[in-house]
């Protein structure tokens, strides 16, 4: 508990004395808000019998396979994951993130791999935010007409049965009226069509030097943001990991790791690093 109190310390020491930082944030970001992961099968397995029953994996459904070759199962998919992120709420942390932007650093750019668009829920700036996996909350062309996508926040957007998990009543392309997938980056999926204006926001911030990268709740298992704290820091930045695994450590290897759920960490650091002022 002493140990863990003195690297909280630090933390708070090296966010004080930060003007840049990057935010990286993943699973155990949104885990906290009750957004689930998918990663625990038995759970999955648990929540969508009728997959269980065909062997559908979490994997096999966010694809374009699935779309392409069962579609009402994909769509249910999708459709319940909106439900679940529409009945829940960014956390506290988020909040705490906003709030540092605003008030505490020169210069801060959110770098997610959730797709969940709880960062801009919460309020973050649209121009400091990458959704470098997609978000829920956008649509594109299933038949990729065009390389247009449209932001569409309707809950609900199409009918679904929780029994079989089917769905029907898809979403429309509004260009060519096919039918229109998620703008989410998914397995196998190379007709995702991007977010260039994101992408832009992201390459310009990285122009200038940054102090401090905060990864969070990184899986491992798409280490996206593991890498670029790992180049950050290769760099001569500090990078603060927030990971209750401390075996989720192993890629970016950062001295500044606190084994805490995210929520918690944030509101910790925030007591410790800007005290009653914040
Ligand atoms: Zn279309």
């Known amino acids: 508990?002493?140990?863990?109190?003195?690297?909280?310390?630090?933390?708070?020491?090296?966010?004080?004395?930060?003007?840049?930082?990057?935010?990286?944030?993943s699973a155990g970001m949104s885990a906290d808000s009750n957004i689930p992961t998918f990663r625990d099968k038995d759970g999955y397995w648990r929540?969508?019998?009728?997959?269980?029953?065909?062997?559908?994996?979490?994997?096999?459904?966010?694809?374009?396979?699935?779309?392409r070759n069962v579609l009402p199962h994909a769509w249910a998919f999708y459709e319940w994951r909106r439900r679940n992120a529409h009945e829940n709420e960014p956390h506290?942390?988020?909040?705490?993130?906003?709030?540092?932007?605003?008030?505490?650093?020169?210069?801060?750019?959110?770098?997610?791999?959730?797709?969940d668009g709880y960062?801009?829920?919460?309020?973050?700036?649209?121009?400091s935010?990458?959704?470098?996996?997609?978000?829920?909350?956008r649509l594109q062309c299933l038949d990729v007409c065009s390389h247009h996508f449209w932001d569409e926040l309707s809950?609900?957007?199409?009918?679904?049965?929780?029994?079989?998990?089917?769905?029907?009543?898809y979403p429309k392309c509004i260009k060519c009226r096919a039918i229109a997938r998620p703008h989410i980056l998914m397995f196998g999926d190379g007709e995702y069509v991007g977010h260039p204006e994101q992408?832009?926001?992201?390459?310009?911030?990285?122009?200038?030097?940054?102090?401090?990268?905060?990864?969070?709740?990184?899986?491992?298992?798409?280490?996206?943001?593991?890498?670029?704290?790992?180049?950050?820091?290769?760099?001569?930045g500090k990078v603060i990991n927030i990971n209750p695994d401390p075996a989720t450590n192993s890629i970016v290897g950062t001295e500044?790791?606190?084994?805490?759920?995210?929520?918690?960490?944030f509101i910790a650091l925030d007591e410790t690093a800007f005290g009653a002022n914040s």
Not at 7 to 19: D, G, V
Not at 92 to 104: E, L, Q, T, V
Not at 211 to 216: H, R
Not at 256 to 265: D, V
Request: charged share 20%; with cysteine.
């Open 1 to 25: 508990m002493e140990k863990h109190k003195e690297i909280l310390n630090q933390c708070a020491e090296i966010l004080a004395n930060s003007k840049r930082v990057l935010f990286l944030t």
């Open 47 to 67: 929540n969508f019998p009728p997959f269980k029953e065909k062997n559908l994996e979490a994997q096999d459904l966010a694809s374009p396979w699935a779309f």
């Open 92 to 115: 506290a942390g988020y909040h705490i993130i906003n709030r540092w932007m605003a008030d505490r650093l020169e210069g801060a750019f959110i770098h997610t791999t959730n797709t």
């Open 119 to 127: 960062h801009l829920r919460s309020g973050s700036p649209p121009d």
């Open 129 to 137: 935010v990458m959704e470098v996996h997609g978000s829920m909350w």
């Open 155 to 169: 809950v609900p957007l199409c009918e679904m049965s929780h029994e079989t998990m089917k769905a029907w009543d």
């Open 199 to 236: 992408e832009r926001n992201f390459l310009s911030f990285l122009q200038q030097p940054i102090d401090l990268a905060i990864l969070v709740g990184s899986s491992g298992a798409v280490p996206t943001n593991d890498y670029i704290a790992l180049h950050l820091k290769d760099r001569g």
């Open 256 to 265: 500044h790791f606190l084994p805490m759920t995210s929520e918690a960490a």
